[in-house]
């Protein structure tokens, strides 16, 4: 079996050691399971979110009347 290859999210580079990889999160795929997000543990700081997902969320928020 291969393993998985983890790219970092903020440099786009292979992580080769699995005590560096960060886990971020999983997004999904339109069509099969998607796949996680990993970062190198000194490139976290640089991961941010999405800020289109971002503002699509706010709006949703405001228009179902949640406050923070």
Known sequence: MIA???LCQACRE???DPDDAVFLGH?????GPGWD???????VDQVHPD??????LARVLIALGFES
């Open 27 to 31: 997004e999904e795929g339109d069509s």
């Open 4 to 6: 998985a290859a983890r």
């Open 37 to 43: 997000i990993y970062a190198h543990r000194a490139h």
């Open 51 to 56: 800020p289109v997902a971002e503002r699509a």
């Open 14 to 16: 292979d992580i080769t």
